[in-house]
Every structure is written in C-alpha cells, then in structure tokens.
C-alpha cells in the first residue's frame, strides 16, 4: 500500500492550523485492505518533516474529528505504530499485521492533523 505524505512548502497561516486545509494531506493508493500483513510504502512528498500514525478509529467516529490539544496535536493513546517518521523526499517501508476494523492515518506533528493530514483505512 502506498502513503504519501504531502505540504504545500511553508506556513500559510490559514484554516485551523499553520497549513492550508487543501495543502496538507494524507493520500493512499487504497482505501481498503484484507485483515492480515499490510505493508506500507510510505513516502514524505513535501518539503518538512511528517510522520504516519494508525490509530483505530470506532464505528461511530468520524475521520478527521479527533480533538486536539496544545500545539494542535492529538491524543496518540491506542496508536499502532509510528510506523514512519521521515524527512522531507524520504521513502519508509513498515509492515504491519491489522485486524479487521476502522483505522486513520495521521501525521501528528504540530498543527498537521488539523489541517488536514489523516485519511480512512478499513481491514476487512
């Protein structure tokens, strides 16, 4: 499965956080996968550091809506892995084994997940 983390290459001073909404982005080549080993070819497509969390996410919880708290982070209690953290144009490759359920991908460094960075990924 592909990841790629992306910027827009500078603070914006818009939305929610230093990034424009539009510009900061978690993308995936699928949005769903088999239970099982998953590995992720992450790649940090932007100009500064990003990092990809998996955190289960509840039937009920919408993608996007986790709060935040200073610095505009949010609670990485329950999260899998880091499963990379890489500098900008860095390529990390982390294989995982995921039960079936909700989870969202995120980049949790400051201001990032509220402007943007997280997407859905369902195990079946």
Same mark, same amino acid.
């Given at each position: ?20 909404? !539009?510009? =900061? ?5 699928? *949005? ?8 992720? %070819?992450? @790649? /940090? ?14 039937? !009920?919880? =919408? ?5 935040? *708290? ?8 329950? %999260?899998? @892995? /880091? ?42």
């Amino acid at each position: 499965m592909n990841v790629s983390l992306t910027d827009s290459g500078g603070p914006k001073g818009q939305g929610n956080g230093a990034y424009s909404a !539009s510009a =900061m982005q978690v993308r995936t080549d699928q *949005g769903t996968v088999p239970r099982g080993p998953v590995t992720f %070819k992450v @790649t /940090n497509g932007g100009v500064v550091e990003h990092e990809m969390l998996i955190l289960p996410l509840a039937d !009920s919880q =919408m993608i996007g809506a986790r709060p935040f *708290g200073p610095g505009a982070k949010i609670d990485e209690a329950g %999260k899998l @892995t /880091n499963a990379a953290h890489s500098e900008p144009k860095v390529v990390r490759t982390v294989t995982l084994t995921l039960a079936p359920g909700r989870y969202e991908l995120v980049c949790n460094h400051p201001g990032h997940y509220v402007s943007g960075m997280y997407a859905l990924l369902t195990v079946t």
